[in-house]
């Protein structure tokens, strides 16, 4: 989906709430050297990254269009127009990563 799709979303954001779409989809997923993991394979507690596609008023830390890490497990998932969301409390998230952050002395993510 489009960032241009994402700014015509039909949904206001109340409060400190953030609206995210995630990076991969539930199921199989590879690891750096290329391995093919099942989803049914176990694996410790895992974080997930997001692009963030609407805000509410009043968050402070993040913008539509940035990249943030969650929990997987701590989320409530809303379906808009076909398309899965997360949706969580700023509070809820661990990091965020944005090309903003880039210009100041820092890391890349505000943790």
Do not use: C
Request: proline share 4%.
């Amino acid at each position: 989906m489009s960032e241009n799709t994402h700014d015509k979303l039909p949904i206001r954001m109340l409060h400190d709430r953030i609206l995210v779409r995630t990076d991969t989809p539930e199921g199989e997923r590879r690891s750096g050297g290329g391995i093919l993991i099942p989803a049914t394979a176990a694996v410790g507690r895992r974080l997930a990254w997001a692009e963030v596609v609407a805000v509410g008023q009043n968050v402070r830390t993040v913008e539509i269009g940035d990249r943030v890490l969650y929990d997987p497990e701590d989320r409530a998932e809303v379906e808009v127009r076909g398309v899965a969301y997360v949706l969580m409390r700023e509070r809820d998230l661990h990091a965020v990563a944005a090309d903003r952050f880039q210009s100041a002395d820092s890391t890349g993510l505000y943790l």
